[in-house]
């Protein structure tokens, strides 16, 4: 009878310990255990915690915004040279629009917010063709304009915020600016590009992405020597991104081709 009260003891002992071993862990250890992932580009991972962070603590902005971040990162790398596999990636990026739009309802005095979802907007328009979806390359245009008005979330998110707000500029530009004002981005010029590639790089040095784009925006001002000086720049620059051997690739060929 004792042996028997004492299985019923441990099991109901393991009842009320079991919840609290699954959902022991804190937001701000999911979202440190999802941000580490990130940094070794993990992206995959990444989401996975942070899908299991918006279970535990759900309509949260800082975890919707990184679950956006990890959608675009993952749906970056993906395969795309059937109609299959373009259409699973589209979905990722739409997926990562989605959960920023979210975080943005959220949070809407947060940068992050708003540049999260300007960045899957991009990928979007990027995906679509940026001629062919005006109204969302605007909406790019708006939430980087709203991201850098609030200025919050620090030098970095300020940094990727003018960054990409150049590379529309920079983007759109390449069109014939009679054709583009009939569709609506009239707005776009070289040496707004410029002048918001400048700022990225001055809030955020030796970021190689930066500097490449920022190159090819001075290669197409005709400013080859400044373009130099920016490439070379990128070459020596760390690795923070796993793009960045790419982009170094790319900074090399282009600064042999200047020489």
């Given at each position: 009878?004792?042996?028997?009260?004492?299985?019923?003891?441990?099991?109901?002992?393991?009842?009320?310990?079991?919840?609290?071993?699954?959902?022991?862990?804190?937001?701000?250890?999911?979202?440190?255990?999802?941000?580490?992932?990130?940094?070794?580009?993990?992206?995959?991972?990444?989401?996975?915690?942070?899908?299991?962070?918006?279970?535990?603590?759900?309509?949260?902005?800082?975890?919707l915004w990184r679950i956006s971040r990890a959608y675009v990162d993952i749906g970056e790398h993906m395969p795309a040279s059937s109609s299959e596999q373009e259409k699973a990636q589209l979905e990722k990026y739409q997926m990562a629009y989605d959960y920023a739009d979210r975080a943005v309802k959220l949070a809407p005095g947060e940068s992050i917010t708003y540049l999260r979802r300007a960045i899957a907007n991009g990928r979007i328009a990027l995906f679509k063709g940026v001629f062919s979806v005006a109204g969302v390359v605007n909406s790019v245009k708006e939430d980087c304009e709203k991201a850098m008005q609030l200025n919050t979330g620090g030098r970095e998110v300020q940094s990727v915020a003018n960054y990409v707000y150049a590379r529309t500029h920079a983007k759109i530009s390449e069109k014939w600016a009679p054709a583009r004002a009939v569709l609506g981005l009239g707005w776009a010029d070289l040496d707004s590009a410029l002048v918001y590639f400048d700022k990225a790089v001055k809030l955020k040095p030796n970021y190689v992405m930066f500097y490449v784009d920022y190159a090819l925006a001075l290669i197409e001002d005709g400013n080859k020597q400044k373009a130099r000086e920016v490439l070379e720049t990128a070459i020596k620059s760390p690795i923070e991104d796993e793009d960045d051997e790419v982009r170094k690739e790319e900074a090399r060929a282009l600064l042999k081709k200047l020489k």
């Open positions: 009878m004792k042996t028997l009260k004492q299985f019923f003891g441990l099991i109901i002992i393991f009842i009320l310990i079991l919840p609290a071993a699954n959902f022991g862990q804190s937001l701000e250890e999911l979202i440190e255990q999802g941000d580490n992932y990130y940094k070794k580009f993990n992206n995959q991972k990444a989401l996975e915690v942070y899908q299991k962070a918006d279970v535990m603590y759900p309509d949260n902005w800082e975890i």
